[in-house]
């Protein structure tokens, strides 16, 4: 008993910000952000979209790839550290606009690490019987929480929303494995100090502002240990090896990290999935769309095995393996 992929899809703003752009902001280069992380452009969100407006542009698509309507789904959960609102949740605002009147819908928070620990509760939820038909949205406006004087984080960010479609199954779990891992110790690494109940807005904002805090070095670190430790423990519990993977899709933040990770891993470049370089680092939707743009490209088929590997605040890491 276990669950099946359906469909994906994605859901990205029209704007796009490139280095050039950047370079007209802040203190910065083409060459210091192509050469440091990878990254020549990323989306950004209109004035008048939010990440739940992002996350129905992808429930939509994954929806029409699998002919289903929103009415065939019982349960929808969005991954987001960047919710429209602090309530009502972002699954809620995605479910009215969808018109999904049979769906109980509920929010969860991993930041980038967000799409798999919700890949993690939504299909043992589905074990258990408590959903037939699952949407999971990983969805993140981060642009919104970028302090655009910090050159140090506002070149890293992206805007974009994910969508994986599941059902349940008597049969074998395409879910092979799954391993999670957090370590709150080191939260304030990386962090959005102001805007929570401990710095409110309009209490302290000069100190806790509601931007993106990031200590670039240390994360980078713990992002290399952390992603390998997870996908050596997810490959060990279901008795694979990297040889039996077609694609691994790293969480893209930074394409260095992503090399580093390649390199260790021992594998052939092409394995290793990359389109940081269009999109920055979209937070909880970067492998869910990382996963949609493989699978319409046919880089992944039917029946690959597929690594997807993430990292993020919290901190958080975790790992799964599919078969697609
Ligand atoms: N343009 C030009 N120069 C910049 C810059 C920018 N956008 N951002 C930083 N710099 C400067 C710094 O001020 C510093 O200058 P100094 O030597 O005069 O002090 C120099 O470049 C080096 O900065 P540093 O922060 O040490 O660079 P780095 O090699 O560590 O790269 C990151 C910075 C952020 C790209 C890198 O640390 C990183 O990617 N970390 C992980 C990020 C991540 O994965 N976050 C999300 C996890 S989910």
Redesign the pocket.
């Known amino acids: 008993m276990g669950v099946r992929f359906l469909s994906t899809g994605a859901g990205l703003p029209d704007k796009v910000l490139t280095n050039a752009d ?1 370079e007209k902001m ?4 083409d060459q ?2 192509v050469e ?2 990878g990254i020549k452009e990323r989306r950004m969100a209109a004035p008048d979209q939010a990440t739940s407006d992002l996350a129905v542009l992808a429930a939509r698509h994954a929806l029409e790839t699998a002919h289903l309507t929103p009415a065939d789904i019982d349960l929808i959960v969005v991954a987001t550290c960047t919710p429209d609102h602090l309530f009502p949740s972002t699954a809620c605002l995605v479910q009215k606009a969808l018109g999904a009147v049979n769906a109980a819908a509920f929010d969860l928070s991993a ?3 967000g799409f798999l620990f919700g890949l993690s509760a939504v299909s043992g939820m589905m074990e258990a019987g408590m959903a037939k038909r699952a949407l999971l949205i990983g969805a993140d406006t981060l642009t919104r929480f970028t302090d655009w004087k910090d ?7 992206g805007d974009g929303a994910g969508a994986l479609l599941l059902e349940k199954t008597e049969g074998p779990s395409d879910l092979l494995a799954v391993h999670l891992g957090s370590d709150g110790s080191v939260s304030d690494i ?1 962090s959005i100090p102001g805007g929570g109940s401990r710095h409110p807005l309009g209490s302290g904002v000069g100190e806790f502002p509601p931007f993106i805090h ?7 670190k713990h ?1 290399v240990v952390r992603m390998m430790e997870a996908m050596e423990a997810a490959l060990k519990k279901c008795g694979k090896t990297v040889e039996d993977l077609a694609l691994i899709i790293p ?1 893209q ?2 394409l ?2 992503i090399d580093a990770i390649a390199k260790r891993l021992k594998t052939k470049e092409d394995k290793v999935f990359r389109n940081v370089q269009k999109y920055g ?1 979209m ?1 909880a939707a970067t492998t869910i769309i990382a996963l949609d743009e493989a699978v319409r490209s046919g880089r992944v088929q039917r029946g690959d095995s597929v690594g997807l590997i ?4 919290g901190l958080t890491w975790a790992s799964a393996i599919l078969k697609w």
């Open positions: 950047l802040v203190d910065t280069s210091w952000i440091r992380t930041a980038c690490s050159r140090g984080t506002c070149v890293l960010f990386l990031m200590e670039g070095k240390e994360v980078f992002a969480h933040a930074n260095r990290i680092n937070s993430a990292f993020g605040a």
